[in-house]
């Protein structure tokens, strides 16, 4: 009994801080960030998993992340959800499966209190994506997570304080490539034999139905980043005789984004308490690339870790040659930014023009 009174006071101490620092933080801009979305926003959760080759939990992955070790994050140091932690004045959100003892078994709601990052690497909007990579947590589990977290907090807080908490904090979906790259490449995994486009298509109409849910959870502030210029990635550029781009590949990424955009405005005009921000990761990539010595890369074309042509046939491993120079490289592995590169990313969609983000900047969302 006296531990159970022991364990309530704790939480209520958490609370009670939580509360304080909030109102009195001048540097922290949002109450919590929640990320959902594949590996180049995963801190962890796959790590978890003891069914999935998906995993970075090995050297040289890691090498420029504090403390120089693996933490399962497809980089050689910090990745995206890092930077927009640092930039909205909060520690990284932890992977939520080092929360809880089995998913949807919450030890302790109170360390949600600044936000949880439920990314998993090759993971994607359909739930079929990524499956040859065995176990991953596509984004409508990510979601019933996310679910668990969101009934918890309005046990702990209180409806109205909850609600408030939710509302101010920033949703960031990072997802679509999985499904763009595994559509084109691969066979379609559920037998019915759609076509790329016929995936994309499916994935645009899961994507909205997966928003509407995160909104019935709580979530007001969505930052929705569209898919990348993924075939630009080494990967890509070393099946292809001159290390040229897939076209392919980008077209379809294009073509997502193209449904993703309009689909957020059509949600914006029928749930009015709905902001958003869509991040244009496609302009971007291709701008690092197109400007690559402007932002001070002298390698745009090949990862800095792999093997093969551009380093990019093989994935990273942890015998496989690395560059020293990793700042100087666009891209870390075959398919993932370096963390020099995405620190660039979030810094121009936190401040961006309309030309990479609209209707509003990250920063122009938070502050709503």
Known sequence: MANS???????????????????????????????????????????YLKNTIAKANFTPNGIDFPGMKPTGRFCNGKNIADFIAERVGLPSSPPYLSLVSRPGKINNATSFLTGANFASAAAGILNSTGSIFGEVIPLSTQIDYFATVSEELKQQLGPSAAQKFFAKSIIVIETGNNDVIFSALLPDPSGKNNTPQQLVDLALVKLEEQLRRLY???????????????????????????????????????????????????????????????????????????????????????ACCGQGNYRGKLNCFETSPHCSNRSDHLFWDPFHPTEAAQRILIDIIFDSPSKYTFPLSMRQLIAL
């Open 216 to 302: 019935d959870y709580g979530a007001r502030k969505f930052a929705v980043m569209g898919a990348s210029a993924v075939g630009c990635c080494p990967f890509l550029r070393a099946w292809d005789e001159g290390g040229e781009c897939n076209e392919v590949l980008n077209s379809l990424s294009i073509t997502y984004n193209e449904g993703v955009e309009p689909m957020l405005r059509k949600l914006k005009s029928e749930i009015k308490d709905m902001s958003y921000t869509y991040c244009d990761s496609y302009g971007v990539l291709q701008n690092l690339i197109q400007n690559a010595k402007l932002y001070g890369f002298d390698e745009f074309k090949a």
């Open 5 to 47: 009174n022991v364990l309530i006071l704790i939480s209520f101490l958490h609370i009670f801080l939580w509360r304080l620092n909030f109102s009195e933080a001048h540097d922290q801009l949002v109450p919590a960030v929640f990320i959902f979305g594949d590996s180049i926003a995963d801190v962890g959760n796959n790590n």
